[in-house]
C-alpha cells in the first residue's frame, strides 16, 4: 500500500509575523524536519503546497525529492483550499495521504509506521487523549472531504456523523504530535530548541554507463510528467528550466536506446506528454529497486550503527493542541464565514497541456 503525504505551508495565517515553514527547529528549519521525518517512514510522495514567500521556500527544499503545488489563491482562501487542491492532485498517485500543517515537525518516524500499519479509512494519533497531527487518509476518503462545504474546513468535514465511524484514534507516545511551532518563542521550547534530526542512512540508486544518467531526479521528473501529463507542469514543479529537462531526458534516451516520452504540441486539444510504455515499465522497476535498496540499507544500518537505531521523542510544555480547521479534534478558530474553496475534482485538477 502506497503511503504519500500532503504538506500545507502556503502562509494562509495573514496574522503572524513568523514564516513558520522556515523557523528554526534543532539543527534544521520547521519544513525540512517534518518532510526529512517523512522520508525516514518510508513515505512517498511528499507533496507540499506553497504560496506566501512560494520561490523562497520551494528553493529551501529543492534538493529533498518533493513536489511543490503553488497556491496562487492564498491571500484569499482558508486553509482548507490548499488541503483540496493538494488531495486531488494526490487522489490517484497513491493510496493513503497524510495531511498536516507546515508547523508539527517534532513527531516521530516510528510514529508514522504505527499509523501505516492501520488500515481504518482515516487514522489521527492521540497522547493522551488529545489529537494531533499528522492524520492519515485513504483514499476513499478524499472526495467526500474536498466536497464539503461546511465550516472549520478539514476538522469540519471529519466531524460529520457520516465520517465519525470511519476515524480511528491511535494512542502514541509522542509528544511531537501535539507540539506545534507557531512563533520564534516556540522554537525555544524544550525539546523544540535542542531537537537534533537522528542520524539515519540515506540511500540512492543511480543507473549508469560511462557515467550516471538515472537517478532519483529523472525517476521523479518523469512521474510528475506521466502524472500530469505536462513535461512543463513537471520543469516548474521542479524548479528547472524546459532546457535543461529536455537535455536530461534526451541524455537518458542516448544511454537506454528507446524513447521515454510521446509528446505533442498545440493544435485544437493542447498538447500532452506521456511515457512510452517502455519508459513506463522502466520506471516501475527502478522505484521497486529503489525502495527494496531503502529497506536493506536501513536494515543494514540497525545492524552496522546499533547505536543511532532509536528516536529521541520530542518534550513539550502542557499547552492545548493546535486543532483550528485542519484537526479532527481540539479548538481552534473558525474560518471566516463565505470561505473560498476548491469544489471536488476541480480543484487542483492536474494539468494537462503543455505549451
Not at 525540512?32 to 504560496?51: E, F, L, N, S, Y
Amino acid at each position: 500500500m502506497k503511503t504519500g503525504a500532503l504538506i500545507v505551508a502556503a502562509g494562509h495565517d495573514k496574522d503572524r509575523e513568523a514564516f513558520r515553514p522556515m523557523l528554526p527547529v534543532g539543527d534544521s528549519t520547521v519544513i525540512r524536519r517534518i518532510i526529512i521525518t517523512m522520508k525516514q517512514a518510508g513515505i512517498d510522495p511528499i507533496v507540499v503546497v506553497t504560496g506566501s514567500r512560494g520561490d523562497e521556500l520551494e528553493k529551501h527544499i529543492a534538493k529533498l525529492r518533493v513536489i511543490c503545488l503553488r497556491n496562487e489563491r492564498y491571500e484569499d482562501t482558508q486553509m482548507f483550499y490548499s488541503i483540496c487542491l493538494g488531495l486531488n492532485y494526490m487522489e490517484d498517485l497513491c493510496d493513503r495521504v497524510f495531511v498536516l500543517p507546515a508547523k508539527f515537525p517534532m513527531f516521530l518516524p516510528r510514529t508514522m509506521k504505527r499509523l501505516m500499519a492501520e488500515e481504518a479509512p482515516v487514522v489521527c494519533p492521540s497522547l493522551h487523549g488529545r489529537r494531533g497531527h499528522p492524520i492519515l487518509i485513504s483514499r476513499e476518503m478524499i472526495r467526500p472531504i474536498t466536497s464539503f462545504k461546511g465550516a472549520f474546513g478539514l476538522r469540519g468535514a471529519l466531524e460529520q456523523p457520516q465520517m465519525q465511524e470511519k476515524i480511528r484514534e491511535m494512542p502514541v507516545e509522542d509528544e511531537g504530535i501535539i507540539l506545534a511551532v507557531d512563533s520564534e518563542e516556540d522554537c525555544a521550547q524544550p525539546g523544540v530548541e535542542s531537537g537534533r534530526i537522528a542520524v539515519h542512512p540515506q540511500i540512492s540508486l543511480e543507473l549508469g554507463r560511462n557515467e550516471e544518467f538515472f537517478g532519483p531526479f529523472m525517476a521523479q521528473f518523469l512521474s510528475i510528467t506521466g502524472h500530469t501529463g505536462s513535461m512543463q507542469t513537471a520543469c516548474r514543479q521542479m524548479h528547472m528550466s524546459y532546457t535543461k529537462g529536455w537535455s536530461m531526458l534526451k541524455a537518458a534516451e542516448r544511454q537506454l536506446g528507446f524513447p521515454i516520452l510521446v509528446t505533442r504540441s498545440g493544435g485544437a486539444e493542447g498538447g500532452f506528454s506521456q511515457l512510452t510504455p517502455k519508459a513506463s515499465e522502466f520506471l516501475t522497476r527502478y522505484l521497486a529497486m529503489e525502495q527494496a535498496l531503502r529497506r536493506e540499507g536501513e536494515r543494514l544500518f540497525g545492524e552496522y550503527f546499533p547505536e543511532y537505531g532509536g528516536d529521541e521523542p520530542a518534550q513539550s510544555a502542557d499547552r492545548e493542541p493546535e486543532g483550528g480547521e485542519m484537526g479532527p479534534g481540539g479548538a481552534g478558530k473558525e474560518p471566516e464565514d463565505g470561505e473560498r474553496r476548491p469544489g471536488g475534482a476541480a480543484a487542483g485538477q492536474k494539468e494537462r497541456k503543455d505549451r
